[in-house]
């Protein structure tokens, strides 16, 4: 998961391929809470990770649930009738699927609570639903402001008798959640008697309650409806653990990827996106995504748990749509709206504003950066793209916090233009798909020369594997340490039984071209060994020196070097980075320092560690480098003509990397954008 400030997207050309995506967040967080209300233990299978299941897990803990997880299975001991721990205070994060149905369930099971989230959270209306749960008797407070989080649950003598009598009324217009939410927490009062619902208004996102239904039933509880208006729990409703529950992949989240395969995988009709976890007979709403997605010109099919994309017409058709059904996935719509021939309605959307940020607003706002001309009401929004592929504009968007609106205007890095795309904040996918763009990037297809480089070189002691590594962890990029390269062969080859010769050269030249390096968090593995400390002896770096003095082997690592070279862009540093192996690299920096400074720099390096040392014999030795890698026939150590000199001698590492990033910014697009 990318967990930086920003996440540049290269110009993406095309698509194909498979992905596997997550549980839906709507089942997963349904799931949990049923199964906390439930006598019996119920093993979920394939529950999405994610913050808001998260805050869900954590908060059952807290009210005194059993919650045993091993990886995407989860196991939960319900409260089985048993009264919840109390006095507690949750928090909830940004989770409408957790808040909601956690308020109404803990003012019906009794006890003190606090419900609280982040900032957002304490936005997002939930009146509606107390003024329901007060109709009761529930007693519950504003902590804040009226009709928002955070809240407190005041029933530290037990549940008070509830006006069960007549049907309770709730608004459906506002946000379905408050439904679900009385669903499923009132059948925990159904003892002598049926309980009736009544909805006020039209109620939007129906088949989010279509979901909540389906779900009951599995624990045992049978709720009719008239027209969905009108909601009856019957009496001696009693939560039953179904023993084991499987969660549907994420259908929302099936939708760029059903965008993706419309708008990117060409017109020959060879190429295709297969989607895995979620089929045409999803219980859940926004499947009828397919639907829209049809109507606009793409080429659908698929079975009971897998879809199949690909493009039909293009340019896409402009379409008008009530968007009531699927609320979430209709985002999508409006940046595949960029990609049609005329203008696209989307209505009844009205729901958009008191979701994570006002989604009305934001795609309006977003959608208009990329060069689109957006109008929108109190429930709709219209859009029509770019005229022309000239008018497409690179653009950075703001995410707002909002996982779906980074994982929609990903799709825009597909435009026309070939513009880059800058995602601010991709860590907020975190909420409903953790590794969205890795799964993006991995049916992506790209023009390699595309992808971005920055190169840092320097002489031994310089600092720049540091300063490399840290600039690519904060832009989210690849990190290559082609020093190591060598060492990390060497070491492959002895493994092997390989002598470092010029006899086994074509051999280790052959293992090299293929060998299993990554870079991950300060550490270097080969395959799934970690070898950090194993190549950073004095042997490994003279063994490094006899695999650099192979030819054959030389070539086989500038091959591996360039394999490196994969989305979304890539920090290299070495000796000749910026001079052999990526010398189109549109940043390169030469970090150097004094032979001064870089021996003191070196002599705390090794004091720390427990060895002896002199500074005097670590600088001659230093400068006895510097002569020799400046003097060698094959990639002698030099800056690279266009490259950028940064003397580093009297910065700190924080220093160097803010002015690497700051030269990569200024040739970024969206600079210019931004002050356009």
Same mark, same amino acid.
């Given at each position: ?98 808040? &909601?149905?956690?308020? +109404? ?28 749960? &007060? ?35 709730? &608004? ?17 009062? +159904?003892? %002598? ?18 979901? %909540? ?20 729990? @019957? ?6 653990? $179904? ?48 639907? +829209? ?71 309006? %706002?977003?959608?208009? /950066? ?7 009401? +109190? ?5 029509? $793209? ?6 497409? /504009? ?17 799709? !825009? ?20 798909? @953790? ?16 992808? @971005? ?16 590594? !840290? ?15 060598? &060492? ?79 989305? $979304? ?16 690299? $549109? ?7 004094? !032979?001064?400074?870089? !021996? ?68 970024? @697009? ?7």
């Amino acid at each position: 998961m990318y967990s930086t400030a920003l996440l540049d997207l290269p110009p993406l050309q095309a698509a194909a391929g498979e992905v596997h995506l997550p549980g839906s967040k709507s089942i997963s967080n349904r799931v949990l809470l049923l199964a906390a209300l439930s006598h019996g233990t119920t093993t979920v299978h394939d529950l999405l990770a994610s913050d808001d299941t998260r805050v869900m897990l954590d908060a059952l803990r807290q009210i005194g649930c059993t919650v045993d997880e091993a990886g995407s299975t989860v196991r939960i001991t319900g409260l089985g009738g048993r009264l919840p721990q109390s006095p507690s205070k949750l928090f909830l994060g940004n989770a409408g699927t957790a808040m &909601r149905p956690l308020t +109404a369930a803990l003012a019906l099971l009794g006890g003190e609570f606090e419900l609280s989230g982040v900032p957002r959270m304490h936005e997002r209306p939930i009146g509606d639903l107390i003024d329901a749960l &007060r109709q009761l008797g529930c007693q519950i407070d504003y902590l804040g402001n009226q009709g928002y989080p955070p809240l407190k649950i005041a029933h530290g003598q037990g549940v008070p008798t509830l006006a069960l009598a007549e049907p309770i009324r709730v &608004r459906g217009d506002v946000s379905s959640q408050f439904l679900t939410a009385l669903l499923m927490a009132l059948p925990l009062a +159904a003892g %002598t008697q049926a309980i009736v619902i009544e909805v006020v208004g039209e109620l939007i996102s129906k088949p989010y309650i279509a979901i %909540t239904l389906q779900l009951l039933a599995r624990f045992g509880i049978a709720v009719e409806h008239q027209n969905w208006q009108r909601f009856t729990i @019957p009496a001696g409703s009693r939560y039953q653990s $179904p023993g084991s529950i499987h969660v549907e992949a994420d259908a929302s989240s099936a939708s760029y990827f059903i965008a993706l395969g419309a708008i990117a995988t060409g017109r020959d009709g060879q190429k295709s996106i297969k989607i895995q976890g979620v089929g045409l007979d999803s219980i859940q709403g926004d499947i009828r995504f397919v639907e +829209a997605a049809r109507a606009m010109g793409a080429v659908v099919t698929g079975g009971a748990n897998w879809l199949q994309i690909k493009r039909g017409a293009w340019p896409l058709k402009a379409i008008e749509l009530d968007c009531n059904h699927i609320p979430d996935a209709a985002m999508t719509l409006a940046v595949m709206a960029l990609y049609a021939e005329g203008t696209t309605t989307l209505t009844n959307i009205a729901s958009w504003r008191v979701k994570e940020t006002d989604r009305i607003a934001a795609m309006a %706002t977003e959608l208009r /950066k990329l060069g689109a001309t957006v109008e929108e009401g +109190a429930d709709y929004i219209r859009v029509t $793209p770019p005229a022309q592929a000239a008018d497409w /504009k690179a653009a950075s968007i703001h995410t707002y916090d909002d996982h779906r609106v980074a994982m929609c205007f990903s799709l !825009a890095a597909f435009n026309p233009a070939r513009l880059p795309v800058r995602i601010e904040d991709p860590k907020c996918v975190a909420k409903t798909f @953790p590794d969205y763009f890795e799964t993006l990037f991995s049916v992506a297809q790209v023009n390699t020369a595309m992808i @971005p480089v920055i190169c840092i070189d320097g002489p031994t002691a310089s600092g720049k594997g540091t300063v490399a590594a !840290a600039v690519a962890q904060r832009l989210g990029y690849r990190f290559l340490d082609s020093g190591a390269m060598y &060492r990390i062969t060497a070491l492959a080859a002895l493994r092997k039984g390989l002598a470092i010769d010029a006899e086994h050269e074509a051999r280790i030249s052959t293992m090299a071209q293929t060998l299993p390096v990554c870079f991950e968090g300060g550490r270097v593995l080969l395959g799934s060994d970690d070898v950090t400390d194993a190549i950073r002896t004095e042997e490994a770096g003279m063994n490094a020196s006899r695999v650099s003095a192979l030819p054959a082997v030389r070539t086989a690592l500038v091959d591996l070097q360039h394999s490196f070279q994969r989305l $979304p862009g890539l920090v290299a540093d070495g000796r000749d980075m910026g001079t052999v192996i990526f010398p189109a690299a $549109p940043l390169k920096v030469y970090l150097t320092a004094s !032979a001064a400074c870089r !021996a003191e720099r070196r002599y705390k390096q090794l004091i720390s560690k427990g060895f002896s040392a002199s500074i005097e014999d670590l600088r001659a030795d230093l400068e006895a480098r510097d002569a020799r890698d400046s003097s060698r026939s094959v990639a002698p150590l030099k800056p690279a003509q266009d490259a950028l000199v940064l003397d580093n001698s009297d910065l700190t590492i924080d220093e160097a990397v803010e002015q690497v990033l700051a030269w990569w910014q200024e040739r970024q @697009p969206f600079a210019a954008a931004a002050q356009g």
